[in-house]
Each structure stands twice: as structure tokens, then as C-alpha cells.
T-cell receptor, first 110, second 112 residues
């Protein structure tokens, strides 16, 4: 079967940096996505990695190592509004749907 | 309105009833998806569609039926609702299975 692992919960303080890890063991790999989901709302797209390395987008960065089956989402200069669940998702084959991890709930305190 | 819309937002139904959740998108995206989200399980794929009249099963398809006669609509029907189908249902669309999905606002379904 397909397996995507993330920590269940993380806490951090405003202004800090937090790294949310995702490891995957899947039958194929065609890209990795990160989504943000605030409580009671729909997930929204954050980032996409298909090649190894770091993709930076403002305060958010995402890293991928295909050989290790590993990705992380890095959030800098944390704000209270960053309190949300962060979902790691893998595309295992072109033309098929994403498989999601269970998500990491991040709580940011002042 | 442009975008992806789901209806209803909230639904309470009784065990054994048939219920249909609607999903409509205005971008003419080829791909559409239905996921359910439950505590402890995350988002699980029910069905997806690559184009009109093409659908495929996901991880948890039992008890659900889909159709896609038009590109913009992708309704999900629970043929005979059970309590285990109490969940939040999200529809999503994408121009490609490998692009970022855009999700609808979700339908919170309670089966009593």
C-alpha cells in the first residue's frame, strides 16, 4: 500500500521557524504537494516539488529528496494566522489522483 | 460565480436514505475529485474523473456512486446512507492530475 507519514501535532511561537517533515513510501512518484487547511475550511495549495531541492515562496519553502522519500515544509517568521493543518500529498503516477497524509496541526502561540 | 462550488454546505439525513452531494466548477477543468475527511484519517479519495464520462475508483468507493455527464458537474451519491458515512466531503478540480487542486468549501454530512 501507499504510506505517507507526518507528525500529528507541532507547536511554535510567533516569529520562530518551524519545519514540518513528511516521509513517503509509495509505489511510484510523480510529484509532492503541500496544502494548508485552516479549521473548518477547504485545503489550499501551497507548493509543489517534482525535482530534488528547495523551492522558496515568500515565508514558505519546501524541500524534496526523492532518494530518501522525504520532504519538509519550512515556515519562517511565524504568524498567528499560520495556525492550521498542513497536508503532504504525493502523486504516484501521471493521470491519477493525489494521496494525502493525515496532516500536521500547527499551533502558533504569542 | 467563477470557481468551484459544493452544495449543500450542511446536510443531515437518516440511515438508509439516498443523498446526492453536488459539485460544480466553472474553469472547464478536466479532472475532478471527491475526498472525504475524517479525524485520524485525513483526506481519502472516493472517486475521481479525468474527463466527462470517465470515472475511476479511489481508496474508499464502497457505498458511493458518481457520474460525470458534463465537464463542469461531478455529483456524488450515497445510495443508502450509513452512519459510517458521516464525514466532511470535499470536491476538487484541476487542469491536470499533477497540478495543484482547487477545493470546494466542503459538505458536512451527518447520517443519523
Amino acid at each position: 500500500g501507499q504510506n505517507i507519514d507526518q507528525p500529528t501535532e507541532m507547536t511554535a511561537t510567533e516569529g520562530a521557524i518551524v519545519q514540518i517533515n513528511c516521509t513517503y513510501q509509495t509505489s511510484g512518484f510523480n510529484g509532492l504537494f503541500w496544502y494548508q487547511q485552516h479549521a473548518g475550511e477547504a485545503p489550499t495549495f501551497l507548493s509543489y516539488n517534482v525535482l530534488d531541492g528547495l523551492e522558496e515562496k515568500g515565508r514558505f519553502s519546501s524541500f524534496l529528496s526523492r532518494s530518501k522519500g522525504y520532504s519538509y515544509l519550512l515556515l519562517k517568521e511565524l504568524q498567528m494566522k499560520d495556525s492550521a493543518s498542513y497536508l503532504c500529498a504525493v502523486s504516484i503516477q501521471a493521470g491519477t489522483a493525489l494521496i494525502f497524509g493525515k496532516g500536521t496541526t500547527l499551533s502558533v502561540s504569542s | 460565480d467563477a470557481g468551484i462550488t459544493q452544495s449543500p454546505r450542511y446536510k443531515i439525513t437518516e440511515t438508509g436514505r439516498q443523498v446526492t452531494l453536488m459539485c460544480h466548477q466553472t474553469w472547464s477543468h478536466s479532472y475532478m475529485f471527491w475526498y472525504r475527511q475524517d479525524l485520524g484519517h485525513g483526506l481519502r479519495l472516493i472517486y475521481y474523473s479525468a474527463a466527462a464520462d470517465i470515472t475511476d475508483k479511489g481508496e474508499v468507493p464502497d457505498g458511493y456512486v458518481v457520474s460525470r455527464s458534463k465537464t463542469e458537474n461531478f455529483p456524488l451519491t450515497l445510495e443508502s446512507a450509513t452512519r459510517s458515512q458521516t464525514s466532511v466531503y470535499f470536491c476538487a478540480s484541476s487542469g491536470s492530475a499533477n497540478y495543484g487542486y482547487t477545493f470546494g468549501s466542503g459538505t458536512r454530512l451527518t447520517v443519523v
